[in-house]
C-alpha cells in the first residue's frame, strides 16, 4: 500500500500563486509517474500534470505555461507550482502515483485550492 502526504493548497486571489507537495511512503515498486488530478463541483476529475521518474513531463491544455511539475526521486515527492492562477482553477487537487509494472494506482486524500477576490 502506499500512503500520501499532500500539502500546499489554499485560498488565493486570481493572478496569485500556490505550490502544492505531495510526498509517497509505503510498497512502491519499479518505475512509476506521479502527477495531479483536480475535480471541481459537479465536474469530472481531470489530469492537471503528471510526471515520470525520468522527468518527463504531460500537462492539461488549460494550464500549460502557467504550471511547472516536478520531482524529487529520493524523496517520492512530487510538487506542482502554481502561477497565475485563475478562478477557473479552483478544485480539489488530488495526488497519484500509477506503478508501471504492476498498473497499480493510487490516489492521496486531495487539498483544496480556491481562486477568488
Known amino acids: 500500500q502506499v500512503q500520501f502526504v499532500e500539502s500546499g493548497g489554499g485560498l488565493v486571489q486570481p493572478g496569485g500563486s500556490l505550490r502544492l507537495s505531495c510526498a509517497a511512503s509505503?510498497?512502491?515498486?519499479?518505475?512509476?509517474?506521479m502527477g495531479w488530478y483536480r475535480q471541481a463541483p459537479g465536474k469530472q476529475r481531470e489530469l492537471v500534470a503528471e510526471i515520470t521518474n525520468g522527468a518527463n513531463t504531460n500537462y492539461a491544455d488549460s494550464v500549460k505555461g502557467r504550471f511547472t511539475i516536478s520531482r524529487d526521486n529520493t524523496k517520492n515527492t512530487v510538487y506542482l507550482q502554481m502561477n497565475s492562477l485563475k478562478p477557473e482553477d479552483t478544485a480539489l487537487y488530488y495526488c497519484h502515483l500509477r506503478e508501471l509494472m504492476r498498473l497499480s494506482n493510487y490516489w492521496g486524500q486531495g487539498t483544496q485550492v480556491t481562486v477568488s477576490s
Open positions: 509505503g510498497s512502491i515498486l519499479g518505475p512509476n509517474i
